[in-house]
């Protein structure tokens, strides 16, 4: 049986339209099961909505229309954002969804049964944003730190997970699977928490009565309450793939990969793993934290509402185009920039002049030089035999990258095969070597090292830019898409054969000019 692989995005919060944040969680999770489908694994691909809470309920009041509403209207905004950009994914999970709910409460059931929750009243600052009480280092100047709003005070009767019976577990099993959440500054940052002087407490507050919110899953033994928000969500990880009983559990929840921004540490890092110790399942492969995207120095967040919105980067750049500004400029785990200044200079030294440019001189000097086929090499000599190598490299270097997460270091990795070959063709001068009776025989293993380059290039692209891979590949007159199981093989040199037909096609990556405005 071929490997598994499970990727998930964190459920989106049904109360902001999909900004950049979102985005980049996505794509890294749709690269991921897009490369390991091509490695052959078995993949599946979780994404979704988080729909219960406070919250929506108080925008459903604010516009005098119901929960339900308002969360079909942003779930709905969700898909069809990623449809339209072509996410990969294979199941779209709303926790409003039937199956969700039986699984949220079997397992309340089942943790309650085992003695893990209590009843109790309790006291606080409550963040409606957070939908938590808050701690003294959650709040800034008597305001919630996140939300930058007041907290109200609270007292209520309320169910409690005692997730600090677990904490010394965890902590252990951290420190045994060093890689468990990573990259380690948020290992760290876990093991923090987790210290007796962190403050955290040991009590998660599981439970809202109706009286208050009644949009919720309603806890299996006690009618008066709903589930509080995390506990619900969190689950969503099992729901999407059969739990407890389908095979597919059984297949993915092994291979399980979180990807999440650090601003959900604490419930990815804290709560899940001690609610699933508590019901005695095992734990995700790997928790995988990225860093924020900072606009003009302020994190860009759904609370504070400086968005970037996918669709109209689309509308503006092309999606590929700005799936590789996300993926090539964030070091994953660290926070980011983006201004679009910084796209366009991207696209223009990256997409424009590295790629766009090596495309189009190696298939408009094919049609030139070669009667618009994919010309037959003559014998190797050392400049080509340096790209094939170069090649052979990078492959390595992509699939380690790619399994460590370092979506970034791929890409470089990919632009310097690029760039050789550029480089390579500027000291081949085909287009002086075919007026000249010495070289002109050298001029078809010129551009076949250029096409079979490319076709390499196109291959290793495709989890990252599936279309611009495909459009290679087809004017390299590889029309049928890429089979999985194959990445291993499909990057072996001399595969392309002669003959084929290419065609030039418009430029790429067109240049983007710079907004009078931003200059
Ligand atoms: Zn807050």
């Given at each position: 049986m071929s490997e598994a692989f499970y990727v998930t995005t964190p459920i989106y919060?049904?109360?902001?339209?999909?900004?950049i944040g979102h985005t980049y969680t996505t794509v890294v999770a749709d690269m991921l099961a897009r490369y390991h489908r091509l490695r052959g694994e078995q993949c599946f691909m979780l994404t979704g909505t988080d729909e219960h809470g406070d919250k929506i309920l108080e925008v459903a009041r604010e516009r005098g229309t119901t929960p339900e509403a308002v969360a079909t209207e942003y779930a709905q905004l969700f898909q069809q954002t990623w449809d339209q950009l072509g996410i990969q994914y294979d199941r779209f999970i709303r926790t409003t969804d039937p199956d969700h709910r039986v699984v949220v409460q079997s397992i309340l059931q089942k943790v309650y049964d085992a003695g893990e929750i209590e009843f109790k009243e309790y006291e606080g600052l409550y963040c409606v944003g957070c939908e938590r009480f808050l701690t003294d280092r959650d709040m800034v100047d008597g305001l919630c730190r996140d939300h930058e709003r007041a907290p109200e005070n609270r007292s209520e009767s309320n169910y409690f997970f005692?997730?600090?019976?677990?904490f010394s577990w965890l902590a252990e099993t951290i420190e045994n699977n060093p890689?468990?959440?990573?990259?380690e500054r948020y290992r760290n940052e876990v093991l923090a928490m987790l210290?007796?002087?962190?403050?955290?407490?040991?009590?998660?507050?599981?439970s809202r009565p109706k009286e208050r919110l009644d949009w919720g899953i309603e806890l299996p033994f006690d009618d008066r309450y709903v589930c509080y928000v995390w506990f619900d969500a969190l689950i969503n990880y099992l729901t999407g793939v059969g739990?407890?009983?389908?095979?597919e559990f059984e297949t993915f929840w092994p291979a399980a990969e979180h990807i999440i921004g650090k601003d959900i540490l604490k419930p990815h890092g804290v709560f899940w793993p001690c609610m699933l110790h508590a019901i005695g399942a095992p734990l995700p492969r790997h928790l995988n934290v990225h860093g924020f995207w900072n606009l003009d120095n302020r994190k860009v967040s759904k609370s504070l509402g400086n968005l970037i919105s996918p669709i109209a980067m689309d509308e503006r750049y092309g999606f590929e185009a700005f799936r590789y500004f996300l993926l090539r400029e964030m070091v994953f785990g660290q926070d980011s920039s983006f201004s679009e200044p910084l796209l366009i200079a991207r696209i223009n030294a990256d997409l424009a002049n590295n790629l766009g440019n090596l495309v189009s001189r190696t298939l408009n000097m094919t049609n030139r030089f070669a009667d618009g086929v994919v010309p037959t090499p003559g014998a190797q000599e050392e400049a080509e035999a340096v790209i094939e190598k170069t090649a052979a490299r990078v492959a390595a270097e992509v699939d380690e990258h790619v399994l460590s997460l370092r979506p970034q270091r791929a890409l470089e990795s990919i632009m310097g095969l690029v760039d050789e070959t550029n480089r390579y063709l500027e000291r081949r001068e085909p287009w002086k070597a075919a007026k000249d009776p010495d070289r002109a025989g050298q001029v078809p293993t010129t551009l076949y090292t250029c096409c079979e380059s490319l076709r390499i290039t196109a291959v290793l692209l495709s989890a990252f830019l599936p279309k611009t891979s495909q459009e290679i590949l087809s004017r390299l007159g590889l029309d049928s898409p890429l089979e999985e199981a194959s990445l291993h093989d499909l990057t072996r040199w001399g595969l392309l054969q002669s003959g084929l037909p290419t065609v030039k096609g418009p430029p790429l990556f067109p240049r983007v000019d710079v907004p009078e405005e931003s200059k």
């Open positions: 919060y049904v109360n902001a339209e999909p900004h005692k997730m600090g019976d677990h890689d468990f959440i990573r990259p210290s007796e002087e962190s403050g955290l407490g040991g009590e998660l507050c599981i739990y407890p009983d389908q095979s």
